[in-house]
Each structure stands twice: as structure tokens, then as C-alpha cells.
């Protein structure tokens, strides 16, 4: 193999976003591949915009001119100008096809000579604004570390705003770059999503110091290499595409060698929230015990809005469904909660609340008055004091996972009082799994169904705390996970 | 029979597709009409003349004997009496913007006792109700090393954007003597507050301390609606901002991409970073970005404005000065008034 002609030496910078990966390697047209047609086009779109331009110039004839022509039996002759090229892919929008085709069009056609990797980020990310639920998500919580506590006497305590840090994103990057170069070297994306209020941070991790790794190209499509930060808008939360790793406060242990995936992921975490530290304002994460594959789940769930704190039965209070605006001269009994719900579209955040465009289309399907004996109306409104509008139509948050340990000791559960000494060896440990595309609307639909009984269900199975880990006795979650 | 089975799905009768449209529209127009007739019956029940007028025939027919069951007016008493109740908490919504209310947590396993719901309302600028904000406290009892068992309130569920912190509020307001630091409470804990009748700056922090403050429920839910208030108001602010610019197309939503910069200003783009509005972001036509800061009184507080040769300290000496108002910072933004002082 020919040395390349630079030096290689072993440098702290980040990979460099016009590092190119071969558009021969089939790993690549894999993860470009996951993409629809329309995706594809408009990805490249982006790529030839005016401003783009500079940072992903297609093949043009002019480059062939200096390479070697020895491959002229090409299925895709090179344009000659930009705008030819984007003409081409005018055409290919126009016209219905398959989306081999504009796919082949990018990887052999114009961009043979390599995809870099902002382009391959790009994708990335387009991929995921489609798919919402294409990984699995951790919740985490930011929160300050005040060591001098003594000290905030002085300070008036007029802010009242949460411990939201400032974020830059070009500064947040640098800092970030500054905490992990010495262990990995990485490739970094920010971009704010098309279609849910987060700001996206993808890091791809190699473990090699060299600016331009001599890998095989394979290593840049590796899906486990990469690591997902989402930032959303104001709320003290951040979502990790890294599963939650239990022993994640405690010190990494420094003789390890930052050689597999899973060490350069963590090593990325630790990181995060020192990088959006500074000086006299330290935050640390910490688990909030949720973990979803949705991400307008955790939105919902561990988001800037209204139903951050109060779920299960309190999510009435979340969607206003109960009352309505004090203008409103009718008692609010009479008054149907999808009424209520799409009355008050005056918040200022509302346009942001309902980005998935779900607003328009909830329209009850539980809801809806038939001929109905007392027995099943007594329960129909158990199950709506239970569960509010969670689990139904109006307000979806899926879960796709709950895991629950009960700690109640046998037949506990009928005489209350002594379970004081729950140091007992004895205590059976039971865990229950709960799996589905919509795990709580699956036991509300159960409670429909009259096998679940809603009046005497205890509460995490109506989503209350908004968890999808939790640890339970006598009916009540436990704040500190045993 | 080949020809029948495919003709029937592909295109049904033109005319038959205009009844049901028809048809559509009708049954939507019979709906509105339903709910403008509620609307108006309850508004009519809960006029002042009305509601006198059946409580001064309901209370003699109270004193002498008992109403027939027939009696129209007995009959509709219930409504009536529903429609006053609902009237008068809505005057209390409307002009004191937070109530009480009792909750009962359906859950079995909650612990006992009913919590204390706050309502707080708050007035947007087009007249409207935003949807209103929750806050549910639960009561606990502590064994305070004073002697005797008091009642001390908790947060348990709210409806509060996640921006405001609670937990902050909580501990100065809302201090309980076992409070347990997690981390979540311990976020720069303020002492006293402004304006605070508390002569004593307390220490919330002090686990157990001899001097732990009493609970001051009414502060509490003062300081969350103000900063409630302030942050509709910002996004407010933004907003009118954004229709002064014409960045706001009729219908309410924002306009496609590419617009026509403002012929004052030259501003393209205007608007708040994130969900809190608490920076604004504001670009130029020629490639000038800035942002500034807003307070929560409507002040802008800072502005950094840069353009291609490093910082326009022009521009952000006139969106800071003059009273720095919010809502007249395009005035003094605009091209003629900035060349004007300029020129002498």
C-alpha cells in the first residue's frame, strides 16, 4: 500500500467534516439506503445549495481532467457545471422512480469521489427526523452542583429559571473536543431538528490518534461508533442514545483501555457535562429512570411542556381538560375534554408543544357515548379518573418498555402495618417486563376490557410517575432505585 | 362483471361526491350552531338579572312551603345554581388569576388525604386565556423538634414549563425542616426574596436549623405566577415584534423561509432562540446577526449585534438605550433614525 503523502502523525483534533469516505464501500450505500427516495432528494438538495456548495462539491468534469481517466465506462458521465447537476436531480424529483436510482445517481454519479462525514451525519439525522423511533432513547437530568452553597446569600434570588445551561453550540463543541480528545478522537454533528424542538448532537468515536484513520472505510458506517445527544429546548434534560450503564457516576476506572465501543461511549458521556460546565457553574447528570424509543415520548415525558410533572391521573391538568379559559360561561361539566383541549391554543408554546401535528387529528376514540350498562359507565369513568387523557388518543406518549420490582413482602398487601422491618432476607424480589409499541395505553385498553381493575390498580401502572424503570412497595414508587 | 368491480373504487359519481361534501359541510355548520346555542344558554344563566330574578322567586317559595315538583322553576334550579358557582370562580380566575381548588387522588395506593390544587390563570395579549397552569401540593404532616405536629406542603404534581424551576421556588418558599437534598432541590437555593415580609433571611439550606422558616404558601404561588406572567409576556413581546416586521403571515403562522427583509430595519429574521424567550435572535440583510437579552420587566437587558468587521456597537447601544423597551426596539432600530444621529 502506497504511504499517503502527508505525515501521519497522531494529532488531539477532531475529525475533519470533509474526510471522505470511499463511495465503493457497501456499508455505505447500506446506512444511505435506510433513507426514503424523498429523503435521498432532498439531502441532496441541501448538499448543492448555494451555501452548502463549498462544503460538498459534486464530481464535476473539471475534477476528471486531474485524476486518472482510466474508468470512462461509467453509467453516470460527470456535469459540467453545479447547475447541471442540480438539474439532474430536479428531474429525478419530477419524475417517480425507484429510489435505487437516485441513490446509485449520488454514490456513483456525483459524488463518487467520496461521501464526507457531515454528509454521512446529515443522513444520519434525516433518518432520524423520519423515524422518531428508530433508537432507543435515556432521559438524564442536568443539574448544578453548587458547592458554595453558603456563598448565595448575596445573591438575590430574583432568577427563578432552572438550571438550563446556556448552550453555544460552536463553544459546547470545542469544549466537548477539549474533554475527549486526549481518549478518542471524533467526528462531531449539531443540528437542530426539522421536526421536534432538540437540538441533535451526533459524535462518532474512533479510537485512532491519527487524523485520517487507516481503518477500513467500514469503520465510519460502524451504527455502534456513533453516539446521539439530544439537547431539548429549555428543560435541565438531556437524551442519550447510550444505554444507561449502571455505574455511571462512579469514577472510570483510569487503567482501562479506551480500545471498545461501549468504553469510547462512556468516556463521551462522562464528557458531556463537563463541556457545558464552566467556571463557578458545574453540572453533573444524573438518571431520571426512563428510557424510551420514542422521542416525542420523552418529550412529552422530560420536556420543556406542561406534562413534564404530572402524568397518570394528573395528566388532565397536563392537557387542561378539565376547565376551561375563565371566559368560557359554561360549567366546565358540561363541556367534553376534547373541547376543552383544542379551546386554549392561545399559550405561547403551544405551536411547539404539538410539533408531531397530532393536535388536529385527536379525536376520541374512548370516548364516544353508546348504549351502555351502569356496570361498564361506573368503570369507563374509573379508568378516566385513573388514567386521565394518558394511554387514550388524545395525548399518546408511548412506552415501549416498563420494568417494575416489586418489593412487597407476600401478603403484605393485606395487612399494612408491619412491613417495618422490610430488612428481612426473605423478600422475594418480583419483576415484571412490560414490552409494546404502547405499553400504557396497552393496561388502559386492559381496564377497557374489564381484566384490569382500574379502581384498585396501583399507580405506576397508569404512567403517573412518568418512568419506565421503577422500583415499587406498597403501590408507590420508590424515589431511590434499590 | 370484470368492468363493474373495477369501475366502482376508482371514481364514484361526481355528483354523489358533491352531496356528501354537502352533506359534510352541513352537519359541521348544525355542530357550530349546537355549540354557539350552549354557549349562549349558559351565558344567558349566568347574566345578572336572570340569576336575581330566579333567586328572588326561589327564596319566598323556600320560606312558605314546598315547591310542587312540577314547578319549572325548581326544576332548572340546579343548572341555575351550577351556572352562579361557575360564574362567580370565574370572576375569582379572572381577577385574582390563582385559586385553590381540592383533588383527590384516585389512586388507591396514594397517601392519604386530599391535595390542594392551585389554578393560575393568565391573560394573553390577543384577550384570551392561556390554557391555565396547575400546581398540586400535598400535605404532610412533620414532627417539628418545636413539638407538636404541623402541616407542611409539598409540590407533587405541576403543570409548570420545565424552564422555572419549582424545586428552586420550593425551597425558598415551601421549606421543610427534613428536607432530604437531592440534588434536584439543591440548585443555587436564593435566600428571602424581594420584597419579602420576612425580616429574617432564612437558610433553606440548613438541614433542621433552629431557625426554619415557616412556609409561606402565598409567596410561593405570588413569585411563580410573576415569573408565569413574565415569560407569556416575552413570548408576547417576540410575537409583536414579529407582526410589526410582517414576519407573521395573517392566519398566525409564520411565513416560508424566504422573505422580503423590513424596509426600516432590514431585518430578515427575528426571533426568540428558545421556548423560554429569553434571547432573542435578530439578523440583518447584509449578514449582521445579533441577539439580545430580555428581562423579565421588558427591558432589553443586553445586545450583542456582529457583523462582517467585528461588533456594531451602534446598533446595540441603540436596542439597550432610550429606556430599552422591548416593544419600541425597531423604532430605534430603524435606518433613517441610526444614520440620523450619526451625520452631526
Redesign the interface.
Known sequence: MARPKTVRAPTTASLPNNLRIPSSTPSLTKSLGKLSRQALLDLAFTWLDNRNIASFPPYLQTDEQDGPDDDEALAYPAEKTIEEVRQVYEDLQDRKGAKREVLERILEGDWRHGITLRQLAMADLRYMDDHPASLRWTALELSRIDTKRKKSKELPPTDWSSSVPRMQAATFVQALQREISPLVKAHYHLAHSATLPLTFLRIFVVDSPYQSPRQAAEIFTDSSRVIYVAFPDSCPYVYTSIAASTGSKSTPSTSSVATDTRTLQRLVRDSIPKALSRPQERFSLHATSLAAKNLPTLLTLRGPGRSTGSNGAFSIFADAAIEGSPLDPRPSNTVSPEEHIQASHSGPADGKENTNGSAAKRKSSGMDTGPLSPDSKKRRLAIHSRFGTLGSSLAPAPLDRLDIRLLDKLGSSEEQDDDVDDSSSTLPAVSLTFAGSDVIGGIRKLAELGIVDPERMPSWMTGEGGVSVATVRMGQRLQRDI | MATTTSRAPASPDPEEQELDTEIASIRAEIQNLQKRK??LT??LL?TDPIQKLLRKQRQPQAQTTQASPTDPLEAISPLIH??G???SS?HH??AFGATAFPFK???????AGTLL?V?I?VC?R?G???????I?LQQERSRASSGGSTKMLKVY?????????????EG?YLPRPRLSH???D?????????GEDDAD?A?P?KKSGSSTRKQDLRGFVR??RR?LVA??MR??AV?FLREKLGLISEGGGSLPFDVSPDRDTGIVSLAAV??????VRVEWVDGRVGRFKLS?TGVVERAVVIGDDGRDKKIEDAMTGGGGRVETVLDRLRVDVLSGSLSP
Not at chain 2, 428558545?274 to 434571547?279: F, I
Open positions: 350552549r354557549i349558559s351565558s349566568t351550577a351556572a358557582a361557575h360564574k370565574n380566575r379572572i387522588d384516585p389512586s388507591p395506593t396514594a397517601p390544587g389554578r390563570d394573553a390577543n384570551r386565556f392561556a390554557k391555565p397552569y396547575y398540586l404534581r405541576h403543570t409548570v414549563p420545565g424552564f422555572i424551576s419549582i424545586a428552586k421556588l425558598v437531592s440534588n434536584q439543591g440548585d443555587r437555593d436564593g435566600s428571602g426574596s424581594s433571611p437558610k439550606w413569585e411563580l415569573e415569560w407569556h413570548a408576547e410575537e428558545s421556548l423560554e424567550t429569553r434571547y423579565n
